[in-house]
């Protein structure tokens, strides 16, 4: 790592997952195993090859917004709000003498308002052909307007945008606003991701390409990474946020540092457009990337959250990856899969899975991977997969893999706070 660089450090979190909604829900699920798989109840699956996902329970939007202002909002927007609401507040950013011009917002998202646009056409193809549209139908589903609608309701005016790169989304938009804050660009950045595409154009997209386990018979273990038996991802929805700080920033204030980004790594498969490279060759380089603008070694990490995402192809080529660049010290580490837990939340999987990282290095705990019944044989036994129970350990370092379609890879590693 560049030394002249400034320190980056996380006072803030927030999340509403498939496991519960804010971040002691979320860890409470995590730790203890808890699958956020069910049937879908946000349509009729009647006729659907898959017919569950990991649905977010008990969000009922007009609990945080005015019926009118809900309605001009994507849930994709909304759930991105919610969870920004908590790691602001946690992070205690907002408060006398904070530099509103310095402080900006990059929020990621895979797919958008795929609802809205949903909602518009089945209206439109239901009607004489008449154009009548709602005023509000291209704000509420372009991906950027979540990263507007944080900026304006906090007065937040520095750099503002959205990352979209698939599954790599929100951990590309924590990567940014990382080197923002590295190069003084800013005092603080909220960054994250959220997605809402548990929808009928949703699941049946993803069960034409075959990406969907089609287990009806046992929705909640069907989320099966590194298993013999995996046959696809289940489809999440959600959102993570956090607030990162420039390091000497953070302590003039007095706020409370989780965790410190250590660095962050990008790469591309350049291979296919959704299977990933073989060798896991985009997978290597990322991690390595990672390690280098980090200033860490190998040995350094002590937990990876993987991508992990129950497909018969994603997991072998990762943990290929894993093996290489770490070698010897792979069977050191712990490595788990969130996913078992949470589905796959698109672009939003980046965020919710870097902030598991980041509470693994407070707690020093893992998370597990569960639903693990056979073990393949194209895995190494020696690996520690954290199989079906949380593990304690000490966690000086974690990383935090995201891979998506299109062969977008990165990674990001955090680490205990120091002075």
């Excluded at 489809?235 to 410190?260: C, D, N, Q, Y």
């Excluded at 939340?345 to 919710?352: D, E, K, T, Y």
């Amino acid at each position: 790592m560049n030394l002249p660089y400034k320190r980056v450090v996380v006072t803030g979190l927030g999340a509403l997952t498939p496991l519960g909604n804010g971040i002691p829900a979320y860890w409470d699920g995590l730790v203890n195993g808890v699958s956020g798989a069910d049937f879908i109840k946000q349509f009729d699956v009647t006729k659907f090859k898959t017919k569950f996902a990991c649905e977010l329970k008990n969000f009922n939007p007009e609990n945080f917004f005015e019926r009118k202002e809900a309605r001009k909002l994507d849930r994709f927007s909304q759930i991105a709000l919610v969870a920004v609401d908590e790691a602001v507040k946690s992070s205690g950013l907002i408060g006398e003498g904070l530099n509103h011009d310095r402080v900006g917002v990059i929020w990621g998202s895979g797919i958008g308002g795929m609802i809205t646009f949903i909602e518009e056409m089945k209206n439109f193809c239901a009607g004489d052909g008449t154009p009548r549209f709602n005023p509000f139908f291209i704000p509420k589903l372009i991906l950027d307007i979540a990263a507007g609608h944080i900026s304006m309701k906090y007065g937040f005016r520095g750099p503002n945008f959205s990352t979209v790169s698939a599954c790599a989304s929100s951990t590309n938009a924590i990567i940014d606003a990382l080197n923002y804050l590295r190069m003084g660009k800013a005092d603080a950045f909220i960054c994250g991701g959220s997605e809402a595409v548990v929808t009928e154009a949703g699941i049946g997209g993803f069960n034409a390409m075959k990406a969907l386990s089609e287990r009806n018979d046992a929705p909640q273990t069907a989320s099966r990474p590194f298993d013999l038996s995996r046959d696809g991802f289940v489809l999440g929805e959600g959102a993570g946020a956090m607030v990162l700080e420039e390091f000497e920033h953070a302590k003039r204030r007095g706020a409370t540092i989780i965790a410190e980004v250590a660095g962050g790594g990008l790469s591309a498969d350049a291979y296919h457009l959704t299977a990933p490279h073989p060798e896991g060759l985009g997978a290597y380089n990322v991690m390595k990337n990672a390690l280098e603008d980090a200033g860490m070694k190998p040995e350094d990490i002590d937990y990876i959250n993987v991508h992990g995402t129950s497909t018969p192809l994603g997991d072998i080529s990762e943990i290929t990856a894993i093996q290489r660049v770490f070698g010897e010290h792979a069977y050191n580490m712990n490595i788990s899969s969130t996913k078992s837990m949470t589905g796959h939340l698109l672009g939003a999987a980046g965020a919710i899975e870097a902030i598991a990282g980041i509470l693994s290095t407070v707690h020093d705990m893992i998370p597990p991977t569960i639903n693990h019944f056979t073990d393949d044989p194209a895995f190494d036994p020696r690996l520690n997969f954290t199989f079906h129970k949380a593990q304690k350990r000490v966690v000086n370092a974690a990383l935090s893999n995201t891979f998506g379609f299109g062969g977008h890879n990165a990674s990001v590693i955090f680490k205990k706070p120091s002075d």
